[in-house]
């Protein structure tokens, strides 16, 4: 029934479709991956300067559009210079 409705939707074959609680979270995840990225000043551009493979990924992490791999969130987390519990304090 959820691939029905997800084809009707326009959504790509193979897309994991998340409950809205996981979005939530994706989206409060996102949030801050953000603020960690303003705080130092960076442009969404400087990502890449500081480590991290491509700025359009990271956009659609921080408005919470993309469910990221474990190894994605352990290069942000060493991109931005922070520990991983950091990221994931109160998600």
Do not use: C
Request: no cysteine; net charge positive; aromatic share 6%.
């Amino acid at each position: 029934m959820a691939i029905k409705k997800a084809k009707k939707r326009g959504i790509a074959k193979g897309t994991v479709l998340v409950s809205p609680e996981e979005r939530r979270k994706l989206v409060k995840l996102g949030k801050r991956i953000k603020e960690h990225r303003v705080e130092r000043g960076w442009t969404l551009h400087q990502t890449e300067d500081n480590g991290f493979s491509n700025w359009t990924h990271w956009q659609y992490i921080e408005s919470g559009k993309k469910n990221i791999t474990f190894t994605t969130l352990v290069r942000i987390a060493k991109t931005l210079k922070i520990p991983l519990s950091e990221l994931l304090k109160d998600i």
